[in-house]
């Protein structure tokens, strides 16, 4: 089986664009190993057509510059042998992008709404939790947005579960790395960090919550703006050097990473790799792989709501020795699927799952 990759060529341009095709690469040799040829193209061209399988990712600037053009090229190349998968590689689980889903044969998402009849829907602000905000706090966006609705729920049978962001390396020095990988595109710089900060570690700091929170959507950034609030008299928020960042996780008890664009944040993962226990906004709406977010078992949820927050943290803190076991739960889930012996392989058997689904 040959496959083509339609991708931008440098990865440090988009976070999004990297974690997607991270642990292809990192998986590349077995994948192979498996009668599957993969190439990555960084041009539409006919000669990107002379495949089986042909996997888009939607940061393709060609798609961005002129988006009915590709289009219009996509639909006048695209033969019944092959298949087109449209990679939705946006870190939300919102905005399905109606004109490729109508075209490609599979939507892949690394998230997706567990109730996809939501898709049908319009919600403000492009996002199940803005509309929620927006209805529950009347909160609304100078540059207002609303997601188009699926047309058919047919449709929604194309949209599926890729993986998340999650299998990114998220080590200390992982930016420098995907930087490097940008220039050299060396296969010898990916890898996951196994330098890990073990829970059982002394911490003396409580919470740590650094985070930004300026957006240029208001349903986006409320969120975060009254977590920050109500935060404040527990720890510092404002936004610190990434290496004195790392080290605060270190030896914090919790960490409260809240949702910014998406629901997924780098911060769950810095967490886990470093021993906390991450506090997040419910994401029970959610459907992702792998599955890092168990309640009470892996995080710990509060309410999109955030009604009783400070008494849920003074709960935490006094429970920490008891709660102790969901760091420990979360660390272990985590390595095991980006560190450990098999974790090539058993990305591989999800990559090659949904290349045949």
């Not at 609303?146 to 020095?173: A, E, F």
């Not at 409320?222 to 270190?250: A, G, V």
């Not at 008494?311 to 020795?321: A, M, P, S, V």
């Not at 076991?325 to 889930?333: F, R, V, Y």
Request: aromatic share 16%.
């Amino acid at each position: 089986m040959k496959i083509n990759i339609l991708l931008n060529n440098n990865f440090f341009k988009d976070h999004c664009t990297y974690c997607f095709i991270y642990p292809i690469i990192k998986s590349f040799n077995l994948i192979k190993e498996c009668n599957v040829s993969i190439n990555l193209v960084y041009s539409l061209t006919k000669e990107s057509f002379d495949c089986d399988t042909l996997i888009i990712d939607s940061r393709f600037d060609g798609i961005k510059e002129n988006k009915k053009f590709f289009l219009k090229f996509l639909n006048k190349n695209l033969t019944k042998k092959l298949k087109l998968i449209f990679a939705d590689n946006a870190d939300n689980s919102g905005q399905i992008k109606n004109d490729f889903l109508e075209i490609c044969n599979i939507y892949w998402k690394g998230q997706i709404l567990k109730r996809k009849k939501e898709y049908m829907k319009s919600h403000y602000g492009g996002r199940l939790f803005t509309d929620y905000y927006r209805n529950e706090f009347k909160i609304k966006d100078k540059n207002e947005q609303k997601t188009v609705p699926v047309k058919s729920s047919k449709l929604l049978n194309k949209i599926i579960v890729s993986w998340n962001m999650g299998l990114v390396d998220h080590g200390c020095y992982s930016h420098i790395k995907q930087k490097l990988f940008s220039i050299f595109n060396n296969r010898l710089l990916i890898f996951n960090s196994t330098n890990y900060y073990s829970p059982s570690n002394q911490r003396s700091k409580n919470i740590s919550c650094r985070i930004g929170t300026n957006y240029d959507r208001e349903t986006v950034q409320f969120q975060r703006k009254k977590i920050s609030n109500i935060l404040k008299q527990y720890t510092k928020i404002e936004k610190i050097n990434r290496f004195e960042y790392l080290d605060e996780i270190k030896n914090s008890k919790f960490v409260f990473s809240p949702f910014g664009w998406g629901e997924l944040c780098p911060r769950d993962f810095e967490t886990f790799l470093y021993g906390g226990i991450l506090i997040k906004p419910e994401m029970k709406t959610i459907q992702t792989w792998p599955n890092w977010y168990i309640p009470e078992e892996t995080y710990l949820p509060v309410s999109w709501k955030l009604n009783g927050l400070k008494n849920r943290l003074t709960y935490f803190i006094e429970n920490y020795k008891i709660l102790s076991k969901i760091a420990i739960q979360g660390q272990k889930k985590y390595l095991y699927y980006t560190t450990k012996k098999k974790s090539k392989e058993i990305f591989t058997k999800r990559f090659l799952k949904l290349i045949k689904n």
